[in-house]
Nanobody
Framework: QVHLVESGGGLVEVGGSLRLTCAAS????????MGWFRQAPGREREFVAT???????YYDEAVEGRFTITRDNAQNTVDLQMNNLKPEDTAVYYC?????????????WGQGTQVTVSS
């Protein structure tokens, strides 16, 4: 089983940066694909970025070029560096893990961390 805990959210001004961290427990972490999703008030949860167990990365076009996802298999963490933040990035950000692919039906989820971008 994989247990996920997110941290690093907060309030930031437009154009600012934040770095989210997802700490994963469980020895099988390094074999899992990891991803970040977000959910804004009144909206569906949506994909942000994913990193495979081998290190390949994929981004939603809304964050491409501004966000970077990385993983540290020695520390069992996956980070999301968010630069040039916009008001529309305001949401609760969730970390997800799955053995096959990180989708909205991922097997494991964290509790979420709030990101608020003020204009």
């Amino acid at each position: 089983q994989v247990h996920l805990v997110e941290s690093g959210g907060g309030l930031v001004e437009v154009g600012g940066s934040l770095r989210l961290t997802c700490a994963a427990s469980g020895q099988i972490y390094k074999h899992y694909h990891m991803g970040w999703f977000r959910q804004a008030p009144g909206r569906e949860r949506e994909f942000v970025a994913t990193i495979t167990w081998s290190g390949s990365t994929y981004y939603d076009e809304a964050v491409e070029g501004r966000f970077t996802i990385t993983r540290d298999n020695a520390q069992n963490t996956v980070d999301l560096q968010m630069n040039n933040l916009k008001p529309e990035d305001t949401a609760v950000y969730y970390c997800a893990a799955d053995a096959v692919a990180t989708t909205l039906r991922s097997e494991y989820w964290g509790q979420g961390t709030q990101v608020t971008v003020s204009s």
